[in-house]
């Protein structure tokens, strides 16, 4: 499932306060999320997904809170939410030991690049490199 | 074991040290026969990694920097860097107080932690720069007590938490639900749930899910299973929360588990991708136990999981053993390691999810030495996982607490008056929200066509103690039931719509509403759970602010009162309305003033105010009127009469005996508090100075009392009888009575009054 990320989420100043008008992923107002909208069948799974604005929006509140490495975390899943379930499945079986050779992660680091994933290409990208040397690779 | 000789050698011993299979002295086989003796106790070995805190083989905390990059990590250089060493020194550490960290004592480190004056927050801007070496010597300092004040101060949330297994043997989802249901009620904000057939994994999930929503909005739903699976159940909004991804503290142990740090860093962030709450998991004991802990230590290397779990942006972590609590438990300072390991995570700025939930001994006392004191500390998390079923139904291995142990649990709360996360649920209630839990389960499960399950299936599940209480059930119904999720694509948004179109519309609105509350991510956060009231309580929301005696978490009044009300308390108005039910009317009435017996045969038995009033039944059980009955048994026995005479002017029965005793023709009397308790004394005698005593009322027979009796006549006759013995009892007499005993005076005292004259109390119905 491949979802377009459309308006985003503002959370409250620290962080702290309720949400107020998120969006999920499909670009519904969370609001309408009701059981009303359940009962008339306009609820899909994309419906309940969360934004990658809101995770950029909690990554802020993580580094607030002294967390840097949640944060970039959460940057990296903002950016995973465009990719569909299978392919997410598919990148973490490719960075188990022995699954891909150096080559085929650099590969993958360069498509996650093209695709505007920067972070998440930037870890496999590390990953190709530190697991080469530790005989980590296929 | 060949069996031990009967019989000492006739030639004095060698040291037992040198003959091992001499037979022990009774003292030894009888302490030998204690559950504790099932236990393994290890020779601390640091060739395998049998040490809890310090080993040779742990390095020497170093970190140098260059140019903004790590060159030599805990003794290693670049690039010996294994792939943990390589993760932490890039994304773990923070550079800019490092230098300040790393040169700061080890002492002066672990005095800070403790000492209250300290702050929270510069424990975290500290420990930041610290590598995992620095931080188990610094953690290895502290001392039981200091580990308690620490964690107190340094858990990320204000408010701790409890989280609940809830499985059963046969995945069956109507019991699931309604344990679940339970678990809710209970307190439990985090639900976990795992399989013995993993293809009813997804059947799990949408059982407890539904369970716990009918108890309580806001309980985030586990379902632990192979990763894959776990992150499709997410995916579809059927669970909340993940906290299995392990971690291990060596880079072959690591592999062994199938993964690298990359690929668990990719994992972490596709849990948040969907949105979905994930703590990761380590541990003593797992390095160990699959011989790769490299001459470590446990702290060590749980050390360097910690710092790893901080690296790869995980909010929290699950550890103090867990499934290897035992292995850390079999060495010398073994529960202090554990302990240290939920700090360690609190000291890296994560959630504690702080263990006790695998069985770690078979004796009831130490499996409660290890978990006490991060309860009475307080974490995230007192258990990442309290078996709220029984031992038997539990599909992760019994876990230190289970259902057998909920009372203790609310007892030991109530008991040091702090907040363990759980509260007692009327017994109404629960009964109330395990039917309710199993009818709609049972409704989603036949709207969507997965199984049908019948009435009787529903009533044993509500009524079940556990799933052996079931019979035999269909369990590939469930097979059938987890298939038909999986294959058929099924949704929270499915369930939701077959509880809205079953009757369970405000089931239903709960799952909406979480469903609504998780989409702004609030719940990502350090430590973060719902309340009941779908708040967030995270590091950010509810931050600890722990400075000392006055300061930090105290349960509000609504909840401490929650915590001291157990449904076993009991006051003078309850105790009031148990003797009314037992009163019988026309027994014990007044017949008028006691007069002096002439007769050398008369004996008076001296009863206390209340009796024939507000107290009916003594502690024993048997009703004052039995009671009565068989005193005037035996004294006819021997050939005395007995009279009956109420004494209002004290409760001390020393003097009710003798004052009896003074109205007695023969001199000698007999007395009897309401409660049981009954002497017997002679009128020349001092008021505490009597001749027989039955102390312990609740252990006392109708034959004892008959023998007191037919004692009383003897001496009335001026033999001397062989005194009755106090029955003994090694149970605790005194905790199950006292309470009672209380109230009991208190209602005998009400009756006082001061001079009041002795009257005579018909026999009329005693025999």
């Not at chain 1, 920067?118 to 690779?137: D, I």
């Not at chain 2, 006819?636 to 209002?648: A, K, L, Y």
């Not at chain 2, 149970?731 to 009756?751: D, F, G, Q, S």
């Amino acid at each position: 499932m491949t979802a377009e990320p459309r308006r985003g989420a503002a959370i409250g100043g620290s962080g702290g306060s309720p949400p107020r008008d998120s969006t999920a992923l499909s670009g519904r107002p969370v609001r309408e999320l009701t059981l009303e909208a359940v009962r008339r069948g306009e609820i899909g799974l994309p419906d309940l997904r969360i934004h990658p604005d809101s995770l950029e929006a909690q990554a802020v509140v993580a580094e607030r809170h002294g967390n840097p490495q949640l944060a970039a975390n959460l940057r990296r899943a903002a950016e995973l939410t465009v990719l569909g379930d299978d392919e997410v499945l598919a990148i973490y079986d490719a960075l188990r030991p022995g699954r891909s050779t150096p080559a085929q992660l650099t590969e993958l680091a360069a498509s996650l690049a093209g695709r505007g994933l920067p972070r998440c290409a930037a870890l496999v990208t590390e990953a190709a490199e530190v697991c080469e040397r530790r005989g980590l690779t296929r | 074991m060949a069996a031990l000789p009967d019989q000492l050698p006739d030639q004095p011993a060698e040291p037992l040290v040198e003959q091992p299979a001499e037979r022990p002295v009774g003292r030894i086989r009888f302490m030998d026969r204690q559950r504790v003796n099932l236990d393994g106790f290890a020779v601390e070995d640091p060739g395998l990694g049998l040490v809890a805190l310090r080993s040779p083989g742990d390095p020497a905390p170093s970190l140098v920097i260059q140019d903004g990059r790590v060159t030599e990590l805990d003794g290693v250089a670049e690039p010996d860097f294994d792939s943990i060493d390589a993760f932490i020194a890039r994304h773990g550490l923070d550079l800019a107080v490092a230098g300040e960290a790393m040169s700061l004592p080890d002492t002066a480190f672990a005095h800070r932690l403790v000492s209250p004056d300290v702050p929270r927050a510069e424990i975290i801007r500290l420990s930041g720069g610290a590598t995992p070496a620095k931080l188990a010597r610094v953690l290895a300092l502290l001392r039981p007590a200091e580990l308690g004040l620490a964690m107190t101060k340094l858990r990320g949330r204000r408010t701790p938490s409890n989280q609940a297994h809830v499985t059963n043997r046969l995945d069956d989802p109507l019991l699931l639900a309604a344990d679940s249901a339970t678990a809710a009620a209970f307190g439990f904000r985090e639900v976990e749930t795992t399989v013995p057939v993993l293809a009813d994994a997804p059947s799990n999930a949408v059982a407890c899910l539904i369970g716990a929503s009918v108890a309580s909005p806001g309980v985030l739903i586990q379902c632990s299973v192979e990763e894959a699976l776990e992150l499709e159940l997410g995916m579809r909004g059927l669970t909340s929360y993940a906290e299995t991804i392990s971690l291990y503290g060596t880079e072959q142990v690591f592999t062994d588990g199938d993964d690298t740090p990359w690929s668990k860093a990719f994992l972490t962030s596709a849990y948040a991708s969907r949105g979905m709450k994930m703590r990761v998991s380590s541990g003593a004991g797992a390095e160990v136990l699959m011989a790769g802990a490299e001459e470590k230590s446990m702290l060590y290397l749980e050390a360097r999981c910690v710092a790893l779990a901080r690296a790869i942006g995980a909010q929290g972590v699950q550890n103090g053993g867990i499934d290897g609590a035992s292995v850390a438990a079999s060495v010398p300072g073994g529960l202090r390691e554990l302990m240290a390991e939920n700090l360690m995570a609190m000291m890296r700025n994560l959630e504690s999810c702080s263990g006790n939930d695998a069985l770690m001994s078979e004796s009831d006392m130490r499996r409660t030495s290890r978990t006490l004191p991060i309860v009475l500390a307080g974490s995230d998390f007192v258990f990442s996982g309290f078996g709220s079923i029984q031992r038997y139904d539990n599909m992760f291995g019994p876990s230190n607490f289970n259902a057998e142990d909920i009372d203790d649990f609310l007892a030991m709360q109530r008991d040091w008056g702090i907040d363990g996360g759980l509260r007692t649920v009327p017994a109404g209630r629960i009964a109330a929200l395990r039917r309710e839990a199993a009818q709609a389960c049972r409704a989603v499960y036949r709207h969507l066509g997965l199984a049908d399950f019948t009435d009787e299936h529903v009533e044993l599940a509500v009524d079940a103690a556990g799933s052996k209480d079931l019979g035999e059930t269909d369990t590939l119904a469930v097979v059938g039931a987890a298939h038909a999720i999986r294959e058929g694509g099924l949704t929270v948004v499915d369930v939701v719509a077959a509880l809205d179109e079953t009757g369970y519309e405000h089931v239903a609105e709960k799952i909406m509403d979480m469903a609504r509350a998780r989409l702004s991510g609030d719940y990502l956060q350090t430590a973060a759970i719902f309340d009941e009231s779908l708040r967030v309580l995270s590091l950010v929301t509810d931050p600890n602010d722990y400075a000392g005696p006055g300061t930090g978490y105290e349960p509000a009044p609504a909840r401490q009162a929650e915590i001291d009300a157990i449904r076993q308390a009991r006051g003078v108005a309850d105790l009031r309305a148990e003797q009314a039910a037992s009163a019988a009317a026309g027994l014990l009435t007044p017949t008028g003033p006691a007069t002096p017996g002439h007769d050398p045969r008369d004996v008076v038995i001296g009863v206390s105010p209340a009796v024939g009033r507000d107290v009916w039944r003594s502690l024993s059980g048997l009703t004052v009127p039995e009671v009565l009955g068989e005193l005037l048994a035996g004294l006819e026995e021997e050939g005395c009469t007995g009279r009956v005479v109420r004494f209002s002017g004290t409760v001390d029965l020393g003097r009710i005996g003798l004052a009896a005793a003074r109205l007695a023709g023969s001199g000698i009397g007999i007395g009897l508090q309401g409660k049981g308790t009954a002497l017997i004394h002679r009128r020349d005698l001092a008021p505490l100075a009597n001749l027989e005593l039955y102390s312990v009322a609740p252990s006392v027979t109708p034959e004892l009392y008959r023998l007191l009796g037919a004692n009383a006549a003897r001496h009335a006759k001026g033999g001397t009888p062989d005194p009755a013995r106090n029955p003994y009892s090694d149970e605790a007499i005194e905790a199950r009575y006292h309470t009672t005993v209380i109230a009991l005076m208190a209602l005998e005292r009400a009756w006082v009054e001061p001079g009041a004259p002795a009257e005579e109390l018909s026999r009329k119905g005693l025999q």
